[in-house]
């Protein structure tokens, strides 16, 4: 199963956003997709999902024949059902999915036990993106997309969140995508990295192949990986 996208074009108001994008991201792995702010990741991820139409192009699921994509996303911030408990925001959802998967393990690691009776108007930012996180793989979709899903999370759930999708993509058959600018140690995570630069994919390829092509053998960082196929730095303090 691969998550097809073949020159995809999109533009607002005569401003071109993303430039003829090719992508192919095969399951059971986690994919980076990088870029600065502005880049077009949000823009690409509202196509795949289907709530942006293309300019030209197509975006398909790819099995023995050409399926609709069907993903869930995981947006960054989480502002739905302010006056629900988050227990009830997850019971709700159950009720309305018919084949949803529960993970145990998921809500462990991300703590939700403990904050159940929590209203979601008072929910913390790292306990909403728990929340948001935990909705996202109970709708039990092939496809499923993480916007940021490192921010917000105290230490213990990022190393937590890292191990459990390393073990998770290698036992479902599924396509996780992740956009994240948190990137420095997860260079295990991710089976292939593409960077997206002023909307058009600079490199698309295995963290392997990419760092023999650049030559970053010593203490290999995905971001200088990043600096070294667009000349930018994703950490300005460096
Ligand atoms: N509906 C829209 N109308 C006009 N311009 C838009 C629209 N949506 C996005 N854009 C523009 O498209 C460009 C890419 O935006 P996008 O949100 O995809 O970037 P991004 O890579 O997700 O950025 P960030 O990392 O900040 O979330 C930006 O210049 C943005 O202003």
Redesign the pocket.
């Known amino acids: 199963m691969n998550l097809i996208l073949e020159n995809v074009s999109k533009s ?2 005569n ?1 071109t ?1 993303l430039k003829c994008v090719n992508l192919n991201f095969p399951s059971n792995g986690c994919h980076l997709l990088l ?12 196509i795949i999902e289907g709530k ?1 139409p293309v300019d030209s192009g197509q975006v398909y699921l790819k099995t023995d024949q050409k399926n609709k994509v069907n993903c869930a996303i995981q947006y ?1 911030n989480f502002e739905a059902f302010q006056y629900l408990k988050i227990k009830e925001v997850i019971e709700l959802f159950k009720k309305t999915i018919k084949q949803y998967d529960f993970n145990p393990d998921l809500y462990n690691l991300l703590d939700l036990k403990k904050f159940e009776k929590t209203l979601i108007r008072n929910a913390s930012g790292g306990m909403k993106k728990a929340v948001s996180i935990f909705i996202t793989f109970l709708l039990n979709k092939p496809i499923i997309i993480l ?1 940021e899903p490192f921010a917000d999370l105290d230490l213990k759930k990022k190393k937590d969140l890292r191990l459990f999708l390393t073990h998770y993509v290698k036992e479902k058959e599924k396509i996780i995508l992740i ?1 994240s ?1 948190e990137v420095n140690e997860y260079e295990e995570l991710f089976e292939t990295i593409s960077i ?1 630069d002023d ?1 058009v994919i600079k490199e698309s390829d295995h963290l392997e192949k990419l760092s023999n092509k650049y030559k970053i053998t010593d203490n290999f960082s995905i971001e200088d990986l990043f600096y070294a196929v667009t000349g930018k730095r994703l950490v300005f303090n460096k």
């Open positions: 607002f108001n401003q956003i870029g600065e702010n502005g880049a077009g990741k949000t823009t690409l991820t509202k942006l960054q916007d956009i600018h997206l909307g």
